[in-house]
């Protein structure tokens, strides 16, 4: 039978994978529209799989940089993934991507895909919600 300090240590271990996976998920929402721009750029098909190798790598430097995941943190990563879904989902409505797409298009859709992460971040940070409420939300009436 185990003893409690090794449930603990397995229900501890259970945890931070699961997080860990939530975490390679809510990113692959952040790193999927990379593989057509990447195609369009270099007129090549990429494999199915190059986005889940992207995410993994992101994910662990995401992993690796922090220490310890959190469940807010995984709440971000997914919140970021489903702004940047939007915005580029949009973008490529807006500026559709093929084998015949020039670079500028290439170049514009992903600049489209840094303001999307760039959208996302900013949506999840602390310090610019704190601020935006402070400034914004909270004016003192006159």
Known sequence: MMTDSRLDWLTREVGDF???????????????????IVSA????????????VATAVLATAVYWSVGR???RLVGRAWLIGTVVSVISVVGF???????????????????????A?????????????????????LRPRS
């Open 117 to 137: 992460v760039g959208v996302g971040v900013g949506l999840t940070s602390p310090t610019l919600w704190r601020s935006f409420r402070d400034r914004v939300l």
């Open 18 to 36: 699961l997080r860990f996976v939530l975490l390679w998920f809510g990113l692959n929402s952040v790193t999927g529209p990379l593989r057509p």
């Open 69 to 71: 995941l959190s469940w």
């Open 93 to 115: 409505v807006l500026f559709p991507l093929d084998e015949s797409s020039r670079l500028a298009t290439v170049v514009l859709v992903f600049c489209w895909w840094l303001v």
């Open 41 to 52: 750029a270099t007129s090549e098909r990429l494999p199915w799989w190059t986005a889940s």
